[in-house]
């Protein structure tokens, strides 16, 4: 079973700079698809996502403020975000489906990380 340790939430200003670290308890070379999710509330929405293949994908309301991208050596997978908003403020979640034949299906959840913008 995969574990995802999410870090680098906090509280930043409006306009400034946050940069989330997802580690991974074994190796990601192999994962087919890596996320970040966000949730307010009981909305959760996808945020920026990342294949084996190097495509990547932005929601609209991020793009031109956040990048995704996964470091294979350190097992980590990593969002870049700047210029950030108020509306930005959410708990973050890392996410991998691996498609692997030992994972069955299955995809692996952090425990989150909170972002709070606010002045």
């Known amino acids: 079973q995969v574990r995802l340790v999410e870090s680098g939430g906090g509280l930043v200003q409006p306009g400034g700079s946050l940069r989330l670290s997802c580690a991974a308890s074994?190796?990601?070379?192999?994962?087919?698809?890596m996320a970040w999710y966000r949730q307010v509330a009981e909305t959760r929405e996808l945020v920026a996502s990342t294949?084996?293949?190097?495509?990547?994908n932005l929601a609209d309301s991020v793009k031109g403020r956040f990048a995704i991208s996964r470091d294979n050596a350190k097992n980590t997978l990593v969002l870049q975000m700047n210029s950030l908003k108020p509306e930005d403020t959410a708990v973050y979640y890392c996410?991998?489906?691996?498609?692997?034949?030992?994972?069955?299906?299955?995809?692996?959840w952090g425990r989150g990380t909170l972002v709070t913008v606010s002045s």
């Open positions: 074994e190796s990601i070379v192999n994962f087919e698809f």
């Open positions: 294949t084996i293949g190097g495509t990547t």
């Open positions: 996410f991998t489906d691996p498609r692997r034949p030992e994972d069955n299906g299955m995809g692996y």
